[in-house]
C-alpha cells in the first residue's frame, strides 16, 4: 500500500490548503462580524474548507488503496482537485466581494461565477461515480472493511446528488425571471427565503426544510459509515465475536442504517420542515430506521456470540480431584 502523499500528491497538496483555510475562516468568524445572506461572512468558507479537507485526505488513502486501474484513478483524482479548487476560488472569491456565490445571477460576472461552480458540481458528481465503481471493482482491505468503504462511497453519492434540486429555481424565481429581475436561481431552503433563522455557524434553516442538511449528512457517509463499522468491529472482537458473517451483518446494519437517515432528512426538507421541529411522520419514519438497525445490529450478536461446546472425550466423565 502506497502513502496517500505518493498515492495522489496534488489531492494531499490541496486537503492541506483546505486545512489552512479552515484555520484562516476560523479567525476570521472571530475577528469579522459581517454578515452574508443572514450567515457570518466566514462561515461558508469555512465549512466549504473542512469538508474539503475531509474529502480529499478520506480519497488520497483510498488511492493509496487501488490495486487495479491506478492511473484512472490518478486521473480522477487530479480532475476533482482541479474541480475543487475552483470552486474555492469562487466561494472565497465571492464572500470577499460580498456577494453571493450560489444561485447569484444578479450580474453577469455572478451569473458567469455560479454557472462556474454548476460545471464543477457535476465534474466532482461524475468523478465521484466513477471512483465509486473502481472501488467496487477490485480488492481493498478485509471484506467487511471493503464493504464499508464501497458502501460509503455509494451512499455518498446520493448525498452529493441531493446538491441538485437547490439549483432548481422556485416558482417565485422563474415569476421574477419573466419579468427580467431576477438575481438569485435556486435555494437551499424549502418553504422559506435563503438567509433566515438557521442553527449557529451551520445556518441549517429553522423555520423551514433545508436540503443542506441531508446533502452534508449523506456526502460524508464515506468517512462515517466506514469508521461506524470499524468502532463496531472493535466492540464485536471484545465481547469475543470475530465470525465474518457478523461483521458482514454489522456493515449492513450500520449503512442501510445511514441510508434510511439520509432519506428521512431529504424528505424532511422536501416536506419544507425543519431540522429541529420533526412532526409525528418524521419520527415515525426515524424509529422504522432505528428498529431496523436494532434487529441487524442483535442478529449480529447473537449469531456470531461463541458458544462452549463440550469436548466428546470429557463428556459424561465425572469430575477427579487433583492429585496431591
Not at 462511497?153 to 452529493?160: C, D, E, V, Y
Not at 449503512?255 to 426538507?269: E, H
Not at 422536501?270 to 441487524?296: C, E, K, N, Y
Request: with cysteine.
Amino acid at each position: 500500500m502506497k502513502s496517500i502523499w505518493s498515492a495522489h500528491r496534488p489531492l494531499v497538496t490541496f486537503a492541506a490548503a483546505m486545512a489552512v483555510l479552515v484555520v484562516v475562516s476560523v479567525i476570521g468568524l472571530l475577528v469579522d462580524d459581517r454578515s452574508l445572506v443572514g450567515a457570518p461572512l466566514w462561515a461558508k468558507p469555512f465549512k466549504f474548507a473542512l469538508s474539503f479537507t475531509i474529502y480529499g485526505v478520506t480519497w488520497a488513502w483510498l488511492l493509496s488503496l487501488q490495486t487495479r486501474w491506478q492511473r484512472l484513478g490518478w486521473w480522477l483524482g487530479t480532475v476533482i482537485t482541479t474541480a475543487g479548487v475552483i470552486e474555492m476560488i469562487v466561494i472565497v472569491g465571492q464572500q470577499v466581494r460580498l456577494h453571493r456565490s450560489h444561485f447569484n445571477v444578479a450580474t453577469p460576472l455572478d451569473a458567469a461565477l455560479w454557472s462556474t461552480m454548476g460545471a464543477t458540481i457535476g465534474v466532482l458528481f461524475v468523478a465521484n461515480v466513477v471512483w465509486t465503481v473502481l472501488l467496487w471493482r477490485q480488492p481493498l482491505l478485509e471484506a467487511a472493511t471493503s464493504l464499508a468503504l464501497r458502501l460509503g462511497a455509494t451512499i455518498s453519492l446520493a448525498g452529493l446528488a441531493v446538491a441538485f434540486p437547490m439549483t432548481s429555481p422556485t416558482a417565485a424565481q422563474l415569476e421574477e425571471a419573466k419579468g427580467g429581475a431576477a438575481t438569485i436561481m435556486g435555494a437551499h431552503s424549502v418553504g422559506v427565503e435563503d438567509g433566515g433563522p438557521g442553527l449557529p455557524l451551520l445556518g441549517w434553516s429553522t423555520t423551514g426544510g433545508d436540503l443542506r442538511i441531508p446533502h452534508f449528512v449523506g456526502m460524508h457517509a464515506l468517512q462515517i459509515v466506514p469508521l461506524a463499522c470499524l468502532a463496531g468491529f472493535a466492540l464485536l472482537s471484545r465481547f469475543g465475536i470475530t465470525r465474518a458473517f457478523s461483521k458482514m451483518l454489522l456493515v449492513w446494519s450500520v449503512a442501510v442504517g445511514y441510508f434510511g437517515l439520509l432519506s428521512v432528512l431529504t424528505v424532511q426538507a422536501l416536506r419544507g420542515q425543519p431540522v429541529v421541529r420533526p412532526d409525528v411522520m418524521t419520527l415515525g419514519q426515524l424509529g422504522i430506521v432505528v428498529a431496523i438497525v436494532l434487529v441487524g445490529l442483535t442478529t449480529a450478536v447473537v449469531t456470531g456470540y461463541p458458544t462452549r461446546v463440550s469436548s466428546p472425550s470429557s463428556a459424561g466423565q465425572p469430575r477427579t480431584a487433583p492429585a496431591v
